[in-house]
């Protein structure tokens, strides 16, 4: 099992005619993804790899099935680009692009939950989600963790998500989900963490976080209410300065609110262990998949 992504999903590119839709696409298709079809408007009609482009994602979905969109669009393309996923009410569609207003986030969001939120947005600014050996949906390299395992992880930062997967690669994944560090993102880690909880497959989940905001301190009150499941958890950015913007447009700390020690310490008290490293975090993910 799997949580979003599984091997019966179908993917379009939006973007794929774009130097990075081209060569990601290609490494989603080598890591056994069923890439079915591309969108650009200009170049409807050609195909890129023999996997055929289409002028709208409507039509993408009528003449080959698609229920998940992976959008290399550039940020000045981007809101339109989702808005028209909704509109076609694929299913999944997961926001890579790097740089789109925080305006145009809130826009789409606000959009998608109007048109009766039919479409599951993760991102943006994500690295996607991978389902290992099913499918892989973004810009994960699929040799990480390349088997199938019992683990769930959900992040916020993209080169965390990396990392994890490859400190725990023996044990392997459901499936490990970037949700973007952005102010406004769509799914969240509490969708993740219900999604985990309720998937029979999942034993134990990893939950990466980071400062800035109050998205873990929910998270954690979530755990503490509905999870039943052994949580461990890294916060990025214990060293950080206060007041101060580090990477991610949402990591910003403002006062003892979104500081890694405030979040730590919500995790710990909903149960959760915290690792003070992503290596010590591992630790400790494999210390309780050792006794499961």
């Given at each position: 099992m799997a949580i979003f992504l599984t091997s019966d999903s179908k993917v379009i590119v939006q973007g794929i005619t774009g130097s990075e839709g081209t060569k990601h696409t290609r490494r989603m298709v080598a890591s056994g993804t069923n890439v079915v079809g591309g969108v650009n408007p200009k170049k409807a009609g050609s195909e890129v790899d023999g996997i055929?482009?289409?002028?709208?994602?409507a039509e993408a979905i009528e003449k080959t099935g698609a229920d998940v969109s992976v959008l290399f669009v550039p940020p000045?393309?981007?809101?339109?680009?989702?808005?028209?996923?909704?509109?076609?009410?694929?299913?999944?569609?997961?926001?890579?692009?790097?740089?789109?207003?925080?305006q145009d986030s809130a826009y789409f969001w606000q959009y998608n939950l109007d048109k009766g939120s039919k479409t599951r947005i993760i991102g943006p600014n994500c690295p996607g989600l991978i389902s290992p050996g099913a499918s892989n949906a973004g810009i994960i390299p699929a040799t990480i963790a390349p088997t199938p395992g019992k683990i769930g992880l959900v992040s916020k930062s993209g080169t965390l998500t990396y990392q994890m997967m490859y400190e725990l690669r023996d044990f392997g994944f459901t499936t490990a989900?970037?949700?973007?560090?952005?102010?406004?993102?769509?799914?969240?880690?509490?969708?993740?963490?219900?999604?985990?909880?309720?998937?029979?497959?999942?034993?134990?989940?990893?939950?990466i976080g980071e400062i800035g905001g109050d998205a873990e301190e929910r998270a954690a009150d979530y755990i503490k209410a509905h999870v039943t499941k052994p949580v461990v958890g890294y916060v990025a950015g214990f060293t950080a300065p206060e007041g101060k913007t580090m990477g991610h447009a949402g990591a910003i700390v403002s006062g003892s609110s979104g500081t890694a020690q405030a979040k730590q310490e919500a995790l710990e008290a909903a149960?959760?262990?915290?690792?003070?490293?992503?290596?010590?975090?591992?630790?400790?993910?494999?210390?309780?998949?050792?006794?499961?």
């Open positions: 055929p482009v289409f002028a709208t994602v000045a393309f981007a809101k339109s680009a989702v808005i028209e996923a909704i509109d076609a009410e694929i299913p999944l569609a997961v926001v890579i692009t790097e740089g789109i207003p925080v989900v970037g949700i973007g560090g952005d102010p406004i993102i769509g799914t969240t880690h509490i969708d993740c963490l219900e999604a985990f909880q309720n998937d029979p497959e999942t034993v134990a989940i990893v939950m149960g959760v262990k915290v690792g003070k490293t992503p290596s010590a975090t591992a630790a400790l993910m494999r210390e309780i998949m050792q006794t499961l």
